[in-house]
């Protein structure tokens, strides 16, 4: 019993050696399976961030063609606005009307009295003609 019990000694003793190498080996297994699962994992990540990037570049041109031809029109009405706003209101053509019946007036006004003035001053060169 003795030898028994030392063998089963023995027995255990190397149960545990060899059940702490298995240990062992299998965290360096288990290390080695999350960094190779983690550049799997990493790579899959570059992979959807790469596709991303480029639906993002591809997204942005558009982006930046539009903008572009928002700006071209914005260009147009902002001219079209500034040739309307250049046009004359209702408000200022009645103004202008208006005054341009006052200036006519005055221009009547100081021709007919131009006119009286020439007549008189014809009138009195025949009259001192006849006179002389």
């Known amino acids: 019993m003795i030898e028994e019990k030392a063998r089963l000694n023995e027995q255990r003793v190397a149960l545990k050696k060899n059940c702490k190498e298995e240990k062992a080996r299998l965290e360096q297994e288990l290390e080695k399976a999350k960094a ?24 942005n041109e558009k982006l930046q063609a539009q903008k572009k031809l928002l700006a071209d029109a914005n260009r147009a009405i902002t001219i079209i606005q500034r040739k309307i706003e250049t046009c004359p209101s209702n408000i200022e053509l009645s103004q202008f009307n208006k005054r341009l019946v006052e200036l006519f007036d005055t221009l009547n006004f100081k021709s007919d009295e131009n006119r009286k003035y020439f007549q008189m001053f014809n009138t009195c060169q025949d009259t001192k003609t006849l006179f002389n």
Do not use: G, P, S
């Open 36 to 59: 190779r699962r983690a550049k799997i994992e990493e790579d899959e990540q570059n992979a959807q961030l790469l596709e991303i990037e480029a639906e993002f570049d591809d997204k």
